[in-house]
Structure formats: C-alpha cells, structure tokens
C-alpha cells in the first residue's frame, strides 16, 4: 500500500515562496512510476501543476512553469514543490500523487494514490 503525505506551511505571504513536502512510504520515488503536484483553489477544478519522473526529469503545466519547481530527496523517498512569487490567486487545497503513465501527455495522466491534500492560504 502506497501512502503519501503532504507537510508544510499552512500560510504563506505575497510575494513568498510556498513550498511543499510529499513523503512518499510504501513506494520507492524512483521506480517506475511519476509523482506530481496537484491543486484545487476554493470552488474551482483540480488544477495539475507538474511532475517529477522515476528517473528525476520534470514537466510542468505551461501556466505555472516560470514559478514553479520539483525537486526530489532520493534518501528521504521525498519529493518538493516550490511556487515562487505567490498571490492570493495561488491560495489552494495541494495535493500530491503518483502517476501511472508518465509516457504520456498530462491530459491524460491516471492518478491512483493521492495525499489527502494541504491548505496553503496566501495572505498578508
């Protein structure tokens, strides 16, 4: 059973940087599968942020590349995300999740383990 927990803070002021935690246990991040980051602003979709493959390359959402980035913790089965230059906008539920099929485009990505998800509030 994979398990995956996000951590971090739960306030983050303008201009900041957020940043995430996702430990991943049950899974080692660096066998066969991609892990992503994942957001939902309150009464909006799921919005997909961006991934880190088993073999650390990464993709992220056209929208959000010049503010984002993942990293990854090969000895603490961790993988990070960090949002520069944060706004209220950027005020979400984030969750983290595993991908099955990295090989293909991220419209078509299929999730089967997620975190139960972490409250970031941008605010002064």
């Known amino acids: 059973q994979v398990q995956l927990q996000e951590s971090g803070p739960g306030l983050v002021k303008p201009s900041q940087t957020l940043s995430l935690t996702c430990t991943v246990n049950g899974g080692s991040i660096t066998k066969n599968f991609a892990w992503s980051w994942i957001r939902q602003p309150p009464g909006k979709g799921l919005e997909w942020m961006g991934v880190?493959?088993?073999?650390?390359?990464?993709y992220y959402s056209p929208s959000l590349k010049s503010r984002t980035s993942i990293s990854r913790d090969i000895s603490k089965n961790q993988f990070s995300l960090q949002l520069h230059h944060v706004t209220p906008e950027d005020t979400a539920v984030y969750f983290c999740?595993?991908?099955?099929?990295?090989?293909?485009?991220?419209?078509?990505?299929?999730?089967?383990?997620w975190g139960k998800g972490t409250q970031v509030t941008v605010s002064s």
């Open positions: 880190i493959g088993y073999d650390g390359s990464t």
């Open positions: 999740a595993r991908i099955l099929n990295y090989e293909l485009t991220p419209v078509d990505y299929a999730m089967d383990y």
